[in-house]
């Protein structure tokens, strides 16, 4: 198809990236945002999230004139939908979290009426399984006077794809070109018309499949993630317990040629693997037992950690009886869901920091190298410290991301009376 203009819907850690390559490409992009203060930021030229190479590509693609941002849709060839997909809130914990589709919902809304004949619709953000289908449902019943896939006609006005990003934070811009990329039309037509939109940029393997397939495949990479790493926070807990070095224990395990443990951690965070496995589970509760059994295992890790805080916090008192609580200072070192970004998104860090200033009475300070203020309410109850200075106040240290900053740290150059590293950096 001959494209010349598109409207992505949602200019966040997504759609942003993937606006911002295809206007690099000389096509006219417009972006479309609900906040008004990431499009203006946008059309400065500049970004609101941190992602490498990509503050240059928006910044000549605005400055050329191919890349606006509005919190309006834009007639275009093409409609890339990329908005968040979390859960719907819900008072019961034990409760199978139920994915929230209103933004979806809300971008079916936002476009239907500039739609046109031989437009393509693609929706990008990570979905459950017929969500894709049923956008197409929504859109018909917004737009009844244009034919769709589902209408089963030789020909349709609006061709209807799902085909999800795959990509790393950190490396977005890169792997977005480079990556193979997965295309599940509803009809063969609308792979076809997809894969001609993304072969503008992607340099990796178009790959054709249905728009159900698309949607299970990108699920399922992530699920199979949560999986390994439920094992390995698990057997964590195991060596905790039996006083067995777990780093040590998992390099030894590796050395076997079949064998690849990944690492423990605090948890697991962000918007995929962290939520992508409960749109699996949400369709199938009674199959999916071992997903939502590691999903169990990765969301108590977060308190598990707390309960190392709590053991320290015992051990500096018994040793040093004259203190109390108000005496001791706690450092938490990393908020983010991973190592050097700024997304805070279901970041377990973020979740044990949260609870340790709810729990600390004594000083307690935070260092996150991405980012220039704590989030709230955690800016009431900690201060956002250099790592130089955490590490000469703190008397106990609870180490929750692997930045590069603390990877360079020499540990061996302070004296902290007990460290909590639950990421391996300085326990090998």
Aim: proline share 6%; with cysteine; glycine share 6%.
């Amino acid at each position: 198809m001959n494209v010349k203009n598109i409207c992505v819907i949602g200019l966040g850690y997504i759609g942003l990236p993937t606006a911002a390559i295809f206007a690099s490409r000389k096509i006219q992009v417009y972006g479309v945002d609900v906040n008004e203060e990431a499009v203006n930021t946008i059309n400065q030229g500049k970004i609101h999230i941190i992602e490498p190479e990509l503050d240059a590509i928006v910044f000549k693609a605005v400055q050329q004139g191919y890349l606006h941002a509005s919190t309006e849709a834009q007639a275009a060839d093409a409609f890339l939908i990329a908005v968040p997909t979390p859960f719907k809130e819900s008072d019961d914990p034990d409760s199978i979290p139920e994915p929230d589709l209103h933004f979806i919902h809300q971008a079916a809304e936002t476009i239907a009426p500039v739609l046109d004949k031989g437009n393509l619709v693609i929706l990008e953000s990570t979905s459950p399984v017929g969500t894709t289908e049923l956008l197409a449902q929504w859109l018909k019943e917004m737009r009844p006077d244009l034919s769709f896939p589902q209408d089963g006609a030789d020909e349709i006005d609006i061709n209807v794809a799902h085909c999800p990003e795959r990509v790393l934070p950190g490396k977005v811009v890169r792997e977005l070109v480079h990556n193979d990329r997965l295309i599940g039309g509803i009809t063969p037509e609308c792979s076809e018309k997809s894969v001609e939109l993304y072969k503008i940029f992607v340099d990796g393997e178009c790959i054709v499949t249905n728009a159900r397939t698309a949607e299970m495949a990108k699920l399922t990479e992530n699920a199979s993630r949560d999986v390994s790493i439920a094992f390995a926070n698990e057997l964590s807990i195991i060596c905790e317990q039996l006083d067995i070095n777990v780093w040590e224990l998992i390099r030894l395990a590796n050395r076997h040629p079949r064998v690849n443990i990944l690492q423990p951690g605090p948890g697991v965070g962000g918007h995929c693997i962290a939520v992508d496995p409960w749109f699996i589970v949400s369709k199938c509760p009674e199959q999916a037992k071992m997903i939502s059994l590691a999903r169990g295992i990765n969301n108590s890790k977060p308190d598990w950690v707390i309960g190392q805080y709590l053991k320290a916090v015992d051990t500096l008192l018994s040793n040093e009886p004259s203190k109390t609580v108000k005496d001791l200072c706690v450092a938490c070192l990393g908020i983010a869901f991973k190592a050097d970004i700024d997304d805070l998104r279901e970041s377990p860090a973020l979740d044990i920091t949260n609870k340790i200033a709810e729990m600390h009475e004594g000083q307690l300070l935070v260092v996150e190298p991405n980012i220039s203020t704590l989030p709230s309410p955690l800016n009431e109850k900690a201060k956002l410290s250099t790592l130089n200075d955490a590490m000469i106040e703190a008397d106990i240290v609870v180490l929750l991301v692997d930045h590069k900053a603390f990877k360079r740290f020499d540990i061996k150059k302070v004296n902290i009376p007990q460290i909590i590293d639950s990421r391996g950096l300085w326990s090998e």
